[in-house]
T-cell receptor
């Protein structure tokens, strides 16, 4: 079953702009991960943030986690056309790290 | 080698057929997963194997039968599927250590006619 919701469902921006995607979840978590999926392909892991962390950076990616609000955000700075993809958050159960559930996803389009 | 391979890439099968999807990884990961993904939807967890033992079965219909012959291989046996089972089937693997990021294969696009 799906863990939570993401918004927006779709986002269209110009190259060079920043893109922010939000994820909310329903249950306690051990960690939260963000994945990217190019059309009809496998998912690629982007970044993992643990439940005791509040912010994490990786290159042009910045992830925040607010466990009190059960929400996370992914910021992609200086977006490129190659960032066009679907982005999913995924949460792992605190009882079983292998039990990972995905949010609904945000479809990002970056126009050149 | 950080690659998860899946075969076949595409599969068309009738409702009376028996077929198998295969997944392989050589990263030494001891957890392997099957997900089902419908168009414009997130992946849905089907099965998880941990140390070659089935640890999660998400109430998947018995027409889907997983198998983990060894730590590198994962199969999904298909029998008497329905058209609504048409989807992208994704395999993934992860270590059982401190990090739990999953590595995904490219998927098998299954069409049931």
């Amino acid at each position: 079953s799906q863990q939570g919701e993401e918004d927006p469902q779709a986002l269209s921006i110009q190259e060079g702009e920043n893109a922010t995607m939000n994820c909310s979840y329903k249950t306690s978590i051990n960690n939260l991960q963000w994945y990217r999926q190019n059309s009809g392909r496998g998912l690629v892991h982007l970044i993992l943030i643990r439940s005791n962390e509040r912010e994490k950076h990786s290159g042009r990616l910045r992830v925040t986690l607010d466990t009190s609000k059960k929400s996370s955000s992914l910021l992609i700075t200086a977006s490129r056309a190659a960032d066009t993809a679907s982005y999913f958050c995924a949460t792992a159960s605190p009882y079983n790290n292998n039990d990972m559930r995905f949010g609904a996803g945000t479809r990002l389009t970056v126009k050149p | 080698d950080t690659e998860v391979t899946q075969t076949p890439k595409h599969l068309v099968m009738g409702m009376t057929n028996k077929k198998s999807l295969k997944c392989e990884q050589h990263m030494g990961h001891r957890a392997m997963y099957w997900y089902k993904q419908k168009a414009k939807k997130p992946p849905e967890l089907m099965f998880v194997y941990s140390y070659e033992k089935l640890s999660i079965n998400e109430s998947v219909p018995s027409r889907f039968s997983p198998e983990c012959p060894n730590s590198s291989l994962l199969n999904l046996h298909l029998h008497a599927l329905q058209p609504e089972d048409s989807a992208l089937y994704l395999c993934a693997s992860s270590s059982q250590g401190k990090t739990y990021e999953q590595y995904f294969g490219p998927g098998t696009r299954l069409t049931v006619t």
